[in-house]
């Protein structure tokens, strides 16, 4: 296949309805019901770490990371991570994984977490929550909740409950 001419920009208040339409179309209506749509809930997505893939004008890809703490310690939230179908395998998640993590990294934040695929996404550094160290609000398989340190060691010591960032919440 050729390659994609794909600009990767940050996220802005008019991409919403597209990306929302793109995630209704790869997700379905059961999204609202898994445990990291409820940390969503009160809690906005952070603009300036969330991105979109655009082919031209045509958005083909997300990615939106949201405020949490994990105990009392400040984290990511990365997710979700979608890619219009036609596009995937082409190297478009990784390009918006690579950018919202550098972008994470360079405004100082520490810890990226996720619920997903961990033969996905080890090769940008994510790897298993040891069981019992983080509990997400509802059900959810802990062999998909994962963790990158953005500074080595800033995993270390860190345990409780995911909870949205309050202190980012709508008022």
Known sequence: MSELDVTILAETPKDAQAIERLHERTFGPGRFVLSAY???EHVDHLLDLSFT???GTLLVGSVRQLPICIG???ALMLGPLTVEPPFRGRGVGRMLLDRSLQDARAK???LVILVGDESYYRRV???VIPKGRAIMPGPVDYSRLLVAELVEGAFDGV???IRPD???ARS
């Open 38 to 40: 409820r940390l969503r």
């Open 166 to 168: 309050w202190s980012k």
């Open 53 to 55: 893939a655009r082919i």
């Open 108 to 110: 100082g934040h520490r």
């Open 159 to 161: 345990s409780g409950d």
């Open 72 to 74: 009392d310690t400040p």
């Open 125 to 127: 550094g994510f790897n």
